[in-house]
């Protein structure tokens, strides 16, 4: 299955990213390929929330491995993006900036059942990050 993303951003109406991964990708996957399009750093900090439909924080998915103890805790680099999102509406917040609080809302708009997609495409990029 392909899971195709609706990224907007809660600072500037104009901005559309839209892009399509694996299932079997990773979180780590859908970082770099966000990065990459937008011309950022990939190197710096960054988390995925998985929100209610509200976009209140449930789960993160952290980029670094704090060693968190007694509790669910996801890396990007190893948490498949099927193990998370399990509806066809599924919300994330994708915290890129931490320390000027910079984040873009995810939504999954869409699954296609073909089979092959071999590394992440981005569909639509419309505006300025």
């Known amino acids: 299955m392909i899971y195709h993303f609706k990224i907007t951003s809660q600072e500037l109406s104009n901005f559309r990213l839209e892009v399509e991964l694996q299932e079997k990708q990773t979180f780590y996957d859908l970082h770099a390929i966000i990065q990459k399009s937008l011309g950022f750093e990939s190197h710096q900090l960054a988390s995925f929330f998985i929100s209610d439909n509200n976009w209140r924080k449930i789960t993160e998915i952290s980029m670094l491995d704090l060693g968190v103890d007694g509790s669910a805790f996801h890396i990007m680099q190893k948490t498949k993006l099927s193990e998370l999102i399990h509806s066809g509406n599924q919300k994330l917040i994708y915290t890129f ?14 699954i296609i059942m073909k089979k092959n997609l071999n590394e992440p495409l981005v569909t639509l990029k419309q505006g300025d990050a």
């Open 97 to 110: 900036d931490f320390f000027n609080d910079r984040s873009f809302y995810i939504e999954l708009t869409g």
